[in-house]
């Protein structure tokens, strides 16, 4: 007979945990035998001592059984693909990319996560749009599916119940930051999505949760390591986070940007982490034969306007009215005919003359939060209209006294020092020079070994 406190002893002291010792951990946990102060040594444990490569698949994976693990008629088979970011400032990735790769013949059934501290969450965007409905049960993904090829939603109650008991508890003790449990976290949420290939966009720099490229590259080679060992093709992007992704950071303002880059008029910065992101799994499916090739195939869906079409469609299917759907997805539309707008607006000004070397993404983001645009603790209301828009970009000439930011906010105001923060968070130096790195953001891509077999 296997005993909990055998095994916080055992993983504490340094011993390797079996798969059958794994296994009932997990039980243990998700059929609450396990009490939450165990839970939290064995946690504390695993951060302290680590896992082997063998432990953490099984971990995984038995996370992955914990719940329901979804079904998938077999033609789709090879076409369900997700992707998973690890957290950004103004990452609307995913409202541009699921479009396009459901309008280049995938199945993509992303399941989402909201805000938290100073990163947004995808369904928070989503639900800055009146009648979105991020939950949505296994059958009506599938209905979904098959007739728009992808949605996004939040988890179901059924999927990976261990991750969520564990994902509480390692915030409230401190071991958030565990390579394992990240790993079997984000994994087994993917594993359980059943899908054929996943991509990961692992951010490094100032507004990441890694601030170098080699601990990013660490955990991308981790979780590709362990995606591939459950059957699913994983592949990484390695991507700057220093500043923002888009010009727009807040719900209802990434919204915007996003309809508009679908619109033929995003940002370079963001459409090369949607070509990039959406080309390796066009790669990884056979859909394309090269990244070069998957790359203009995205490009092609957002440009021709088919990826916004199936936004249009992804977002009547998910409770929007037509004619809101319609409006927002029209050519010239007033967009805060539909979507929240702040009472108030804000405009900062350049201090000096000089050339925009870049803006620090991390204290923009930390300020949006505390005004509303995010939350502290899960569960927490977010205000949608909050956010900013920046109005110049790197390596940009200006003049001082020019606007750069353009804060949208309610109640509370920002206070001085918020505004002083802002204001230090921009960089301006005297020359072209200092601005130019930083134009792409991709700094590297981490391919799956390609399978020929199919």
């Keep these: 007979m296997l005993s909990i406190v055998d095994l916080i002893r055992k993983k504490r002291d340094g011993g390797q945990l079996t798969d059958e010792e794994i296994k009932f951990?997990?039980?243990?946990?998700?059929?609450?035998?396990?009490q939450d102060c165990q839970i939290g040594a064995m946690l504390m444990a695993i951060w302290q001592r680590g896992m082997e490569a063998a432990e953490i698949r099984t971990l995984t994976r038995e996370m992955m059984v914990s719940g329901e693990v979804m079904k998938w008629p077999d033609s789709w088979k090879r076409l369900m693909v997700d992707k998973h970011s690890t957290g950004g400032v103004g990452d609307k990735v995913s409202l541009v990319l699921a479009p396009a790769l459901a309008a280049c013949g995938c199945k993509v059934p992303m399941i989402s996560g909201r805000g938290l501290a100073h990163t947004g969450g995808t369904l928070d965007k989503l639900e800055s749009i009146p009648g979105f409905n991020i939950q949505q049960s296994a059958d009506q993904i599938r209905t979904i599916l098959a007739s728009v090829g992808c949605c996004i939603v939040g988890q179901t109650e059924m999927l990976v119940p261990a991750d969520r008991v564990l994902y509480a508890l390692r915030d409230a003790t401190s071991t958030v930051d565990s390579l394992p449990l990240i790993t079997g976290s984000i994994i087994s949420k993917k594993g359980a999505e059943s899908l054929s290939a996943l991509v990961l966009d692992v951010k490094f720099g100032g507004a990441a949760l890694y601030k170098d490229l080699q601990s990013a590259k660490?955990?991308?080679?981790?979780?590709?390591?362990?995606?591939?060992?459950?059957?699913?093709?994983?592949?990484?992007?390695?991507?700057?986070?220093d500043g923002t992704i888009g010009r727009c950071v807040g719900?209802?303002?990434?919204?915007?940007?996003?309809?508009?880059?679908?619109?033929?008029?995003?940002?370079?910065?963001?459409?090369?982490?949607?070509?990039?992101?959406?080309?390796?799994?066009?790669?990884?499916?056979?859909?394309?034969?090269?990244?070069?090739?998957?790359?203009?195939?995205?490009?092609d869906a957002v440009i021709g306007g088919a990826a916004l079409s199936k936004f249009e469609a992804m977002m009547t299917a998910q409770g929007v009215a037509n004619q809101t759907a319609r409006m927002l997805c029209s050519a010239h539309t007033d967009y805060y005919s539909v979507l929240r707008k702040s009472d108030h607006q804000l405009e900062l000004k350049t201090p000096i003359d000089g050339v925009v070397v870049g803006v620090d993404g991390l204290v923009l983001a930390q300020v949006l939060q505390k005004l509303g645009a995010g939350r502290s603790k899960a569960?927490?209301?977010?205000?949608?209209?909050?956010?900013?828009?920046?109005?110049?970009?790197?390596?940009?000439?200006?003049?001082?006294?020019?606007?750069?930011?353009?804060?949208?906010?309610?109640?509370?105001?920002?206070?001085?020092?918020?505004?002083?923060?802002?204001?230090?968070?921009?960089?301006?130096?005297?020359?072209?020079?200092?601005?130019?790195?930083?134009?792409?953001?991709?700094?590297?891509?981490?391919?799956?070994?390609?399978?020929?077999?199919?």
């Design 251 to 299: 719900n209802s303002l990434e919204v915007i940007e996003s309809l508009e880059t679908l619109k033929g008029n995003g940002p370079d910065d963001l459409m090369e982490l949607v070509m990039t992101l959406g080309g390796m799994l066009l790669e990884m499916t056979n859909l394309a034969p090269g990244l070069s090739e998957g790359r203009k195939q995205i490009y």
């Design 218 to 241: 660490q955990l991308a080679q981790l979780l590709m390591e362990t995606g591939n060992s459950l059957g699913i093709r994983t592949g990484a992007v390695l991507s700057r986070m």
């Design 379 to 454: 569960g927490e209301p977010i205000n949608h209209s909050v956010g900013a828009e920046l109005l110049v970009s790197p390596g940009q000439t200006v003049q001082k006294g020019a606007s750069w930011l353009r804060i949208h906010y309610e109640d509370p105001a920002p206070g001085p020092d918020q505004i002083n923060l802002l204001q230090k968070a921009l960089t301006v130096g005297k020359n072209n020079r200092e601005a130019e790195h930083g134009y792409t953001l991709v700094a590297e891509v981490l391919q799956s070994h390609r399978d020929t077999s199919n």
């Design 25 to 34: 951990f997990i039980e243990s946990v998700t059929t609450k035998r396990m």
